[in-house]
């Protein structure tokens, strides 16, 4: 994707697209990221970087790092499934419980990263909302389609210029009313992008 013009939302919280290179600027993650602790205390609005904890409490059970500094379960298998009580993690403003900064109910913060990624996604599409704009949705389902699949199709539908594609493996599909402008591919995503790379 170097020197696109793109921008990824994702309700995905899995770290993938930073894993894989993608610019951290041209990201949003709207439910949240595996690598944020939020604090239990509602008070606190903010997010914490939580890799450093990772790595130590993977280490504390027993795992090692290979030359990839990819962590492996040792040869004699021996691993725990505890962390030394010195290493729950705690909010470092207040000391209070953390948990992953997921959205699962009305606790989930919504940092000032969180916002910054918001309106950048937003002025992305202001910017680009009468231009070719080809909206690409892989393995979206029916839990949240309103965050990504529905205002795809609406912009889709507003824009002459735009295309919309999904690969989505038994829900691709789209309205008649953008039908013509939709590339809809059902299967697995893996196969598909394979096969366009080649």
């Not at 295309?163 to 013509?180: H, L, M, Q």
Request: proline share 4%; glycine share 6%.
């Amino acid at each position: 994707m170097r020197n696109r013009n793109y921008f990824v939302i994702t309700t995905n919280v899995d770290h993938q697209f930073q894993r894989a290179g993608f610019d951290k600027s041209r990201l949003f993650y709207t439910q949240g990221d595996y690598g944020l602790f939020q604090s239990l205390n509602p008070k606190i609005q903010k997010t914490y970087d939580n890799e450093g904890w990772v790595m130590k409490a993977m280490e504390a059970q027993g795992f090692i790092k290979d030359e990839n500094d990819v962590f492996r379960v040792p040869d004699n298998s021996e691993i725990s499934m505890e962390i030394p009580t010195g290493l729950i993690p705690k909010c470092p403003d207040d000391n209070s419980d953390v948990a992953m900064n997921l959205r699962a109910d009305a606790s989930f913060v919504e940092d000032e990263g969180w916002h910054r990624a918001s309106k950048a996604y937003y002025e992305f599409l202001q910017a680009n909302k009468d231009k070719h704009i080809l909206f690409l949705e892989f393995g979206v389902g029916a839990n949240t389609p309103i965050i990504i699949k529905y205002p795809f199709w609406q912009m889709t539908r507003e824009n002459e210029k735009a295309v919309y594609a999904c690969v989505n493996y038994g829900e691709a599909f789209c309205p008649k009313e953008i039908e013509a402008r939709s590339i809809c591919i059902d299967g697995d995503i893996g196969d598909a992008l394979e096969e366009v790379m080649q």
